[in-house]
């Protein structure tokens, strides 16, 4: 008689408003090397940051409805705007656990700090939610928190994405093409309100954001660590899937497959294999109608 194969070979759903998310699909497939991973990018509405609550929350609604349609087993919201205004409605509402990155991103933030000052960037509507101070401060209420607004390094990490396929080439060269005086000087006036604070430790509170790590150690000084949501988000992610016996099997092959709304595919596959660190190799664009209709 066979041995019964437990585990659960189903895809583990991803969504983002853009590309940024794929900084967490990567910690997930480097992490869990069996999974297989289903990603949606909203990238023709993102950003996310500047919008209100509601918006955000009915564009989270569909793309939650659409991942758990195609039979994901787990839903990872990669996106800490829409973490922070859409993480409890999609828990209520979908068949599938659902996690953000926000309370990861708290508990990396806490064991980071030694001085209890821990600095938030983030979008605009993420810093408006007050999201991370909650989650910081109901696991230490004694961290201070001093959050700032930064939706404008999304635009800055969109608009260098959107200059296409050169960015394999710079990166293998050894090249940060997010590393560059005019970035520099954007990234170090954005985050100029933190200076005083007294900080040793930043969240980077939107997935786009690690892209933008360096220029932001340096505006910061080297005696801020910097910490991002993506590596404890996976640790969280393999702890549930393990305590539900979910992990796919060890002889499974993975299958990555990606979509998006934006209709440059083409672009969408340059930049993405970029931050993924492999070939995008399965796309499909999903048409907004379609979307609207599961909201």
Not at 35 to 54: A, H, K, M
Not at 239 to 245: A, C, F, M, N
Request: hydrophobic share 40%.
């Amino acid at each position: 008689m066979s041995e019964e194969i437990v585990g659960d070979a189903r895809p583990i759903g991803v969504f983002d408003s853009g590309l940024g998310g794929l900084t967490v699909a990567r910690a997930i497939a480097e992490t869990l090397p069996h999974e297989s991973i289903y990603y949606f990018g909203d990238t023709e509405r993102c950003p996310y940051g500047t919008r209100s609550v509601s918006e955000v929350r009915k564009f989270a609604v569909e793309a939650g409805r659409w991942l758990e349609r195609a039979n994901v087993k787990i839903i990872v919201i990669a996106c800490n705007t829409a973490t922070a205004a859409a993480l409890t409605t999609l828990q209520q509402l979908l068949s599938v656990p659902v996690i953000g990155v926000i309370a990861p991103g708290a508990r990396a933030a806490i064991n980071s700090t030694r001085t209890r000052k821990v600095g938030v960037l983030a979008t605009n509507l993420t810093v408006r939610s007050g999201a991370y101070t909650r989650a910081i401060q109901g696991r230490d209420a004694g961290v201070d928190v001093y959050s700032c607004p930064a939706s404008s390094f999304v635009d800055i990490v969109e608009r260098e994405l959107a200059t296409g396929a050169h960015l394999q080439e710079r990166w293998l060269e050894g090249k940060d093409v997010f590393d560059t005086p005019k970035i520099r000087a954007e990234v170090a006036e954005t985050v100029r309100p933190l200076a005083p604070e007294g900080i040793d430790t930043v969240v980077l509170g939107c997935t786009h954001f690690p892209l933008l790590a360096n220029p932001i150690r340096r505006a910061l000084g080297p005696g801020v660590r910097v910490v991002s949501s993506a590596e404890e988000t996976t640790r969280e992610l393999a702890d549930i899937l393990t305590r539900r016996e979910q992990l796919a099997p060890d002889m499974v092959v993975p299958e990555h497959r990606f979509a998006t709304t934006s209709e440059n595919i083409a672009e969408f596959a340059a930049a993405g294999s970029f931050i993924f660190g492999q070939p995008l190799r399965s796309i499909e664009r999903v048409d907004i109608s379609e979307l609207e209709l599961l909201g």
